[in-house]
């Protein structure tokens, strides 16, 4: 079982800038995609980001031209920089891992989760 550990959230002020890691456990497959997702209180989870093995990427219209998800498949790692931060950003950050080689913005379609790491950003 592939386990997956997000770190890096905290408090940060309107403007500011995050970088969250998540670290998987095992490689989950020969190429594989990751994401990163997030959940306000009260809202659905939404999707933010995803890039698969080959480096190609795409990120939600709220947070284009703000936020990056390079990745490191040697360490079968993906970050999420987040910068020019807004309060409405603030929520709970999930990465998930999906064993397909294409870019997935469905939630149903991955295969891994971490557990979830808070943003903050005060105004």
């Known amino acids: 079982q592939v386990q997956l550990v997000e770190s890096g959230g905290g408090l940060v002020q309107a403007g500011g800038s995050l970088r969250l890691s998540c670290a998987a456990s095992?490689?989950?497959?020969?190429?594989?995609?990751m994401g990163w997702f997030r959940q306000a209180p009260g809202k659905e989870r939404e999707f933010v980001a995803v890039?698969?093995?080959?480096?190609?990427?795409t990120y939600a219209e709220a947070v284009k031209g703000r936020l990056t998800i390079p990745r490191d498949n040697a360490k079968n790692t993906v970050y999420l920089h987040m910068n020019s931060l807004k309060p409405e950003d603030t929520a709970v950050y999930y990465c998930?891992?999906?064993?397909?080689?294409?870019?997935?913005?469905?939630?149903?379609?991955?295969?891994?989760w971490g557990q979830g790491t808070q943003v903050t950003v005060s105004s």
């Open positions: 095992a490689r989950p497959s020969s190429r594989y995609a």
């Open positions: 890039i698969n093995w080959g480096g190609s990427s």
């Open positions: 998930a891992a999906a064993e397909v080689s294409w870019l997935v913005v469905r939630d149903g379609e991955y295969d891994y």
